[in-house]
Each structure stands twice: as C-alpha cells, then as structure tokens.
C-alpha cells in the first residue's frame, strides 16, 4: 500500500497570502488527486491528474509534481477557501489518501 | 445533473449488519465505476472498494473483505454496500463515489450516510 504523507497538517494563511500544501508518496506514482472537503459537506474533486482543475474551480489553484512528490498551490488565499484538502493517489492498490491538510484563514 | 442519493443514518447493534444504499441519476450508471469511502470521526478517508456496475466485478482494500460486500442493480441505478459484524471500529461516515475513467479520480460524491454502532 502506497503511504502518502502530507504536509503541514493544519496551515493557517491570510487573505492574499500564497500556500503550498504538499504529498510526498512512499513510491512513485503516476497521478494525483486532489479533494476539498469543507465541514459537514463531501469531499469534492479539486484537482485530477496532478494539474487539471475540476469544473468550477477558481484558476488560483494549482497542482505540480511527479514521482513522489506533489504540491497543491493556491496563489492567493480567500476566506471561502478555509476547507481540508486530501490527496489521493490511484498508480496502485488500493487507492490511498493523505492525512489531510486543514486550512484555516488568519 | 449527476447525483448521488445516499440513504439515511444508522444506529445498530455491535454484531449487526447494516445495508447502505447510493441512487444515481444524471448519468449512465452502467458506465462509470463506483467506489466507497470510509471517514472516521472527521478523519482521513479511507477506500474500501469499487464495483463495476456493468459486469459487477468488484475490488476490496484488503483491510475490508469479509467486512463490506458491494452490490449493485441496474434496474434502480442503485449502489449497495453492506457492512456485517459490525463493531464500534465501522462507526464512521460512509461515501458513494463515483469513479472517472481516465484518472481515477472520484468526481462525484454521495452526502454520506452515517452509522452508529453502539449497544
């Protein structure tokens, strides 16, 4: 099973600030997914494939990375944007998600 | 409009099964994969399984066979996954979710359904 590690486990960013969450994977890979789960809601798809961005979401988002380190970037925090992102990788079974990142606004 | 319908909370009895259901609408359900999740107490998440509605072949995480059986019919473009021999350790909120066909990712969720199990 392919153990993905994300880091840091709670960040806290001010509006307008740049934040970079990252996934490192104990093999590589060959995707990753990347989910946004708010309070009491579903996860929902962020980003698929490593950079592609899910219908409806805002182009301050982005995913990069390879082998078996991947990032998660938004260029500028916005308050609706406080959520837990999780990314989950699907190059081997069974699919496995990070432990989450939550994100807080200051 | 893809939608996922989940049914309803569950409050059970340590040593019981329960039966969860997923309703699509808004797509062809035969076509895409549908996978569950597992979230513990506003943990991480966990994959439990996928079947393929068309064939019904099904895929387990090791660490929930014997555990979760994953069902469907076509007739009613239901998902069905029952959980046996429940213990507290299955108290968590459960997701249907569909599957996309080229990365894997699950683009459309369920709103989960919660069990409970406590004598």
């Known amino acids: 099973e392919i153990l993905l590690t994300q880091s840091p486990a709670i960040i806290a960013a001010s509006p307008g600030e740049k934040v970079t969450i990252t996934c490192s994977a104990s093999s590589s890979v060959s995707y990753m997914n990347w989910y946004q789960q708010k309070p009491g809601s579903s996860p929902k798809i962020w980003i698929y494939?490593?950079?592609n961005l899910a219908s409806g979401v805002p182009a301050r988002f982005s995913g990069s990375g390879s082998g078996t380190s991947f990032s998660f970037t938004i260029n500028s925090m916005e308050a609706e944007d406080v959520a837990t992102y999780y990314c989950?990788?699907?190059?081997?079974?069974?699919?496995?998600f990070g432990g989450g990142t939550k994100l807080e606004i200051k | 409009e893809v939608q996922l319908q989940q049914s309803g909370p569950e409050l059970e009895k340590p040593g019981a099964s329960v039966k969860i259901s997923c309703k699509a609408s808004?797509?062809?359900?035969?076509?895409?994969?549908m996978n569950w999740v597992k979230q513990s107490n506003g943990k991480s998440l966990e994959w439990i399984g996928n079947?393929?509605?068309?064939?019904?072949?099904?895929s387990y995480n090791q660490k929930f066979k014997g555990k979760a059986t994953l069902t469907v019919d076509k007739s009613s473009s239901t998902a069905y996954m029952q959980l046996k021999s429940l213990t507290s350790e299955d108290s968590a909120v459960y997701y249907c979710a569909r599957r996309e066909a080229l990365y894997y990712a699950m683009d459309y969720w369920g709103q989960g359904t919660s069990v409970t199990v406590s004598s």
């Open positions: 989950q990788q699907r190059s081997s079974y069974p699919p496995t």
């Open positions: 079947i393929d509605p068309y064939y019904g072949g099904t």
């Open positions: 808004g797509y062809s359900f035969t076509g895409y994969n």
């Open positions: 494939g490593i950079s």
